[in-house]
């Protein structure tokens, strides 16, 4: 199926959000979900299908920030 994946048109078997982070090696509970604009619970990805065309935005969590204290 064709979808738009962070702004990138790609073709994918993955029919389900799990599915299609396991297809680009994405480890779930490090990402958050994002689906023709509506926002997908981790406990959703298992079962949330993707159809053609869906716009796809995966945001990956990043640790850090500054060590200096004032």
């Known amino acids: 199926m064709r979808l738009k994946v962070n702004g990138e048109d790609r073709e994918c078997k993955g029919k389900t959000a799990l599915e299609l982070l396991k297809e680009l090696d994405i480890v779930p509970e490090r990402v ?13 990805f298992e079962n949330y299908r993707l159809h053609d065309g869906d716009n796809v935005e995966i945001v990956y969590f990043v640790g850090g920030g500054n060590s200096y204290l004032s």
């Open 32 to 44: 958050a979900v994002e689906v023709n604009l509506k926002v997908i619970k981790k406990t959703d």
